[in-house]
């Protein structure tokens, strides 16, 4: 898929990287349409569940583009704003239908992250693979999955789903675990992909794609946790 995916950007004449913040709403669309399945605010559907969610995401995702990229060649309008706008109003309907947040959760992720994310911030400038416009927010979004995963499992009894975090989190009795395990594997990637892949366009759609592995699932468990507990 993401081998076709490259191909669609270089046919568009356009780089994934610059869609890292356009692509957002899109992000929050597919996750909060699963949160609000999650706490009984939307109907148990194949298209809100896994994985019909990412399938309607990701067409209307692919169909918004080639709209945004369409309108830039006939309008001048730049692409990307006309994609981040898109990407907002279909995202209206989710947001309308939120009903309650609770700040308690709220407050503990967004702390978590913040403390986790502040040290690599302030090394941006200093190490080589965060000077990358793309490699510090990749790290984040990781590190705010990591965040809810933390906040979920230690303060509310949730349980992880994956095998490895799962058998981590039961070794170390907490599942702080994620933390160092999501920074070396996402370091190690970037690190990977920043030295052997030489064109732009799989480079920049390589992260995307690892931005987008991180930040949905962290939206999802976010909005999630803010909305039923």
Same mark, same amino acid.
Request: net charge negative; no cysteine; charged share 15%.
């Given at each position: 898929a993401i081998l076709i995916i490259i191909r669609m950007f270089k046919w568009l004449k356009k780089d994934p990287g610059d869609l890292f913040l356009a692509l957002v709403p899109f992000i929050f669309f597919g996750s909060s349409a699963?949160?609000?399945? #999650?706490?009984?605010?939307?109907?148990?559907t194949l298209l809100l569940v896994t994985p019909g969610i990412y399938v309607l995401?990701?067409?209307t995702t692919i169909i918004a583009l080639i709209l945004s990229v369409f309108l830039e060649k006939k309008t001048g309008w730049d692409y990307r704003y006309s994609l981040f706008t898109l990407g907002f109003v279909i995202c209206v309907p989710n947001l309308l239908t939120i009903q309650y947040i609770n700040p308690v959760p709220l407050l503990?992720?967004?702390g978590s992250w913040a403390i986790i994310t502040a040290p690599f911030v302030l090394l941006? #400038?200093?190490w080589w693979i965060l000077k990358d416009k793309f490699n510090l927010s990749i790290l984040a979004a990781h590190l705010l999955d990591a965040s809810t995963t933390f906040v979920a499992v230690d303060f509310y009894?949730?349980?992880?789903?994956?095998?490895?975090?799962?058998?981590?989190t039961q070794l170390? #009795?907490?599942?702080?675990?994620?933390?160092?395990l999501k920074i070396t594997v996402i370091l190690a990637a970037l690190y990977i992909i920043d030295t052997n892949v030489e064109d732009k366009t799989t480079r920049n759609m390589l992260k995307l794609a690892i931005f987008i592995l991180g930040l949905a699932p962290g939206l999802r468990n976010f909005l999630s946790l803010i909305m039923g507990s």
């Open positions: 699963r949160a609000l399945v #999650d706490n009984g605010l939307y109907p148990l995401t990701g067409l503990q992720i967004l941006r #400038d200093k009894g949730y349980g992880e789903q994956h095998v490895l975090p799962n058998f981590l170390v #009795d907490t599942a702080a675990v994620m933390f160092p």
